[in-house]
Every structure is written in structure tokens, then in C-alpha cells.
């Protein structure tokens, strides 16, 4: 039996951490090295990096700290990639087949796209057919406006032209191996993700199902796996304020009996 996956994201903003609110507010951590470090040691299953810059500024302004700055955002990964060992899937800025190349050549095992495929369609089925559909997974944000389920893209600013049903339905058929399906509405409000969605995705999607959006307790990742057949659930905030937060998820998840990795440390000998 495969295992249920926890999955950290590491939201990038400007070259700083950072946490989000509702896709629009943006409270900064600071550096994002020391906390992949972490997460990388708490043998976290995966990791996903989103690139969230709205320029191209990264330039953090701060000489005081002991990382230096990245003048993009594949140098901060370069830097990453030396310290994260578990699979790597990158999100962010990705336009075509080259920077899908690029990513890969940096370190990624797969890439994360959101709005490229709403302007060509074609590149869902060109990155499947050229690195394999594991390598590729699409990110769909969504909106509950009244009764329906309403899809954002370009960082949750442009309503799509899709309905939910009818994009997933596309995104699969292209050749997609995963979706990431992220609730705006519960971004980062500790409330728990939203059931109904991720049951309506579960059952249309089938290709394996990421969740994430809400999650504010280790109760939450336990609703989402009793209710439904997701392979894995993402989070990011609940993971920036302890230590040893995804050993500590790990470790909840495994007493309760769910089926994922038995939480360890692995420990990393700096050169």
C-alpha cells in the first residue's frame, strides 16, 4: 500500500519565506535556508517550493543576516537543492518546455504549474510527453462564490474560463500525474481544509490528489485522510513554528494508525 504523503510548501516571495493569508497577505519569515534545513532533518516526504514574486526582484536588503542575497529565483534553489534531501517539485514562473529544462537541471524531480496551461493548453501535454506525467503537477486554486467552486489563476487575481469539473477533466486527459488543489477561502485561516472541494476533486480527478489550505491542527491532516482518497496534504504555515513540526505531524499520524513513513530524524553532516 503506498503511504500518505505530508508535504511542506515553502512559499517564496521576493527572495524571503513567507506566509499567506487569503493569496493576498504576506507576512515574511525571513530566510528560507534554515527552514528547509529543518524540514530537510524532520525527513519530511516531499517538498514543494512555489515561487510567488510578482516582479523579479529578490533582493532581500538585509546585509546583517549570514546568507547572502539571490538575484533570482533558481539561485535560491541552487542553494536549496544542497541542503533538502527528499524529492523537490518547483512551482512559479514556469512558460515553457526550457524552463521546465531549467528547473530540472537545478534539482527539481517535478515542476508545479498553475497558469501557463490557461494560456497554452499544449504544454500540459508537451512536459508529460517529454519528461513523463511524474513530473508534473498541476496546481488548480479555487474560490467558493455562492454555490460554486470558481477557479483563480495568475497568483488568485484572474477568474478562469473553466468550471472545476471541466478543467480537471482537461488537465488529466493532457496527461497530468498530479493536482494540487489549494482552497482560498481557508488559506491560512487554521480552520481545516475544505472537505466538500477536495471530495468533489478526489472523485473527478482520478490521477493522485494533493490537498492544502487550512490546515490548522494535526486534527485537520487526520479529517482529510479518514474522508477521502488523497494521496497526500500540503501545508506551509502550520510547519514554520516549531522545530520539529513535521516530525511532530509524523508522529501524531502513526499512533492514530494512518499509513505513512514512521517519523525519524536524518541527520545532516555539514562539509
Known amino acids: 500500500?503506498?503511504?500518505?504523503?505530508?508535504?511542506?510548501?515553502?512559499?517564496?516571495?521576493?527572495?524571503?519565506?513567507?506566509?499567506?493569508?487569503?493569496?493576498?497577505?504576506?507576512?515574511?519569515?525571513?530566510?528560507?535556508?534554515?527552514?528547509?534545513?529543518?524540514?530537510?532533518?524532520?525527513?519530511?516526504?516531499?517538498?514543494?517550493?512555489?515561487?510567488?514574486?510578482?516582479?523579479?526582484?529578490?533582493?532581500?536588503?538585509?546585509?546583517?543576516?549570514?546568507?547572502?542575497?539571490?538575484?533570482?529565483?533558481?539561485?535560491?534553489?541552487?542553494?536549496?537543492?544542497?541542503?533538502?534531501?527528499?524529492?523537490?517539485?518547483?512551482?512559479?514562473?514556469?512558460?515553457?518546455?526550457?524552463?521546465?529544462?531549467?528547473?530540472?537541471?537545478?534539482?527539481?524531480?517535478?515542476?508545479?504549474?498553475?497558469?501557463?496551461?490557461?494560456?497554452?493548453?499544449?504544454?500540459?501535454?508537451?512536459?508529460?510527453?517529454?519528461?513523463?506525467?511524474?513530473?508534473?503537477?498541476?496546481?488548480?486554486?479555487?474560490?467558493?462564490?455562492?454555490?460554486?467552486?470558481?477557479?483563480?489563476?495568475?497568483?488568485?487575481?484572474?477568474k478562469s474560463k473553466y468550471k472545476l469539473k471541466e478543467w480537471l477533466k482537461i488537465i488529466r486527459d493532457n496527461g497530468a500525474g498530479e493536482v494540487l488543489i489549494k482552497s482560498m477561502d481557508r488559506d491560512g485561516q487554521k480552520r481545516g481544509q475544505d472537505l466538500n472541494l477536495i471530495k468533489i476533486v478526489d472523485k473527478e480527478c482520478k490521477i493522485p490528489v494533493i490537498t492544502a489550505g487550512g490546515t490548522g491542527k494535526w486534527e485537520d491532516f487526520c479529517e482529510v485522510f479518514n474522508e477521502t482518497n488523497v494521496s497526500a496534504v500540503a501545508a506551509s504555515n502550520i510547519f514554520h513554528h516549531s522545530d520539529q513540526s513535521m516530525y511532530d505531524a509524523k508522529k501524531y499520524l502513526y499512533k492514530k494508525k494512518f499509513s505513512v513513513r514512521k517519523p525519524e530524524l536524518i541527520s545532516i553532516i555539514k562539509k
Open 1 to 158: 500500500m503506498l503511504k500518505k504523503r505530508l508535504i511542506p510548501i515553502i512559499l517564496i516571495k521576493n527572495g524571503l519565506l513567507v506566509q499567506s493569508k487569503n493569496f493576498q497577505f504576506h507576512q515574511q519569515l525571513g530566510h528560507p535556508i534554515e527552514t528547509v534545513r529543518r524540514l530537510s532533518e524532520w525527513c519530511s516526504d516531499e517538498i514543494i517550493y512555489l515561487d510567488i514574486t510578482r516582479d523579479n526582484n529578490y533582493y532581500t536588503g538585509r546585509e546583517d543576516h549570514k546568507y547572502k542575497n539571490f538575484d533570482s529565483f533558481l539561485s535560491i534553489i541552487k542553494e536549496l537543492a544542497k541542503i533538502t534531501f527528499m524529492p523537490i517539485t518547483l512551482g512559479g514562473k514556469i512558460k515553457n518546455l526550457y524552463d521546465v529544462e531549467q528547473r530540472f537541471k537545478y534539482g527539481a524531480d517535478k515542476v508545479c504549474l498553475n497558469s501557463a496551461p490557461y494560456k497554452d493548453l499544449k504544454i500540459i501535454y508537451q512536459i508529460a510527453k517529454e519528461f513523463g506525467s511524474q513530473a508534473l503537477v498541476i496546481s488548480v486554486d479555487v474560490r467558493l462564490i455562492g454555490n460554486e467552486y470558481v477557479i483563480f489563476h495568475e497568483n488568485g487575481n484572474l
